[in-house]
C-alpha cells in the first residue's frame, strides 16, 4: 500500500525557544548533547558549567545530528530524570508534533531511505566540519500512514533494531575477552608492571598519512579499491570500506596503497571525543587525511601492536585536544612518542596464536552482525514503502 507524503519540513520545530545555562548558574539542566547521544544518557549539569545557549526540548521530541551527518544520530527525548528543565545542542533539528508517532519517525531518519537524500544536503569541507542544512532537509519527504499503522511498523522494527544491538554486544564482548587476555599477558601498557622493555612507538612503525582525492575527477572514484574513511571503522578487522577509488588516483595523485596488516588510527574527527577507532587491515587499502597508519617494522608484530593500542584506550583518549574550529584530533607528536612495551618475538608471537585462534569467533560475530544490519535495512525498506 502507498500512503501519503509529507514534507518533513511540516514536522520541523521552528520556534522552540532557547535558553543560555549561563544567566542560571546554579540551576541543574539534563543536557541532549551530540556526544550524550551516542551514550544514551543525557548530560546532568549546572548552568554554570555549560558553555553556550541551547535549544529548549521536552520528552518525545525527535533530534536529528545535522553535524558529521554520516554517523546517524537520531534520539528521542526521554523523559526527565528528575525535576530539571530539557536543553539540546544547538547541532540538532527538532522534530515536533502531533501526526507522527515518535518511534516511527525516529526509524525513518535513521533509515536507508532517507539517509541517502539527506546526505545530498550537507555542505563543508569534509569530516567533522560538514553539516546538513535545515532549509534543504526540510524538503525531503516521508509516509505518513495513520497512527496506529505507524504503531505497528515501529513495533516491528524496534525488533529487527534489537537483534542487530545484540549482535553489536557480541563483538564488543569478544574485543574485551581479547584486551583481557592481552593484559594477563604483558600487564597494562601504560604502567608497565612486569617491567618489559620499551620503545618509542615511532622506532617501531613506519606512519603513512592519507588524502582525498579531487571530487571534481569523476574518474578517481570509478573502481574498486578501498578507501577508508572513519565511518569505516567500526570493526577490528578492516577490509571494506563505503567509498572505492581508481588505480588511477596512485598514478596521478601522492595517496599511498597501505598493506595488509596495517594498524589505523583516527586522528581527527568528533568521534574523539568519546572513542579512539583502532583497526588492523586484512588486504591492501588506502585512507583518507582523518586516519593515519602503522606499518610495522620487524621488532614488533602487528597484532601485538594493534592490541597494545587496543589496551590503553583510556589513556590515549586523554591526549585529544580540541582544535581552533572544534573538533577533535590527535596532535602527532603525542602519538610518535608513545611508549610501547616490546616483549620478545616468541612472546609475541605466542599472544598472536591465541588471537588467531579466537578471531574466527569474532570473524562469525561480524558476519552476524552485518547480516542482521543488511535485515535491519531490508526491513526498513519495505516499511517505507508501505510493503509491511
Known sequence: MSWPKIPVKDLMLKRGGSINPAKFPEETFELLSIPACD???PEILKGNEIGSSKCCVQPDDVLLSKIVPHIRRCWIVPSPSGDYRQIGSGEWIIFRSDKIY???LKHFLTSDVFHKQFMNTTAGVGGSLMRARPAEVERIEIPLPPLPEQKRIAAILDKADAIRRKRQQAIQLADEFLRSVFLDMFGDPVTNPKK???HVLSELVNVVSGATPSKENESFWIGNFPWISPKDMKTVEISESIDHISEKVFELTNLKKLPARSILIVVRGMILAHTVPIGITTTKVSINQDIKAFVCGEKILP???????KSQHDYLLSKVSTAAHGTKRFEMEHILSLKVILPDIEQQSNFVR????FINTISATNTSKLASTALCSSIS???????L
Open 39 to 41: 551514550k544514551e544518557q
Open 102 to 104: 515518535s518511534p516511527y
Open 196 to 198: 618489559l622493555n620499551t
Open 303 to 309: 597484532e601485538f601492536f594493534l592490541w597494545c593500542l
Open 354 to 357: 591465541i588471537r588467531n585462534k
Open 381 to 387: 525498506q519495505k516499511a517505507f514503502a508501505g510493503q
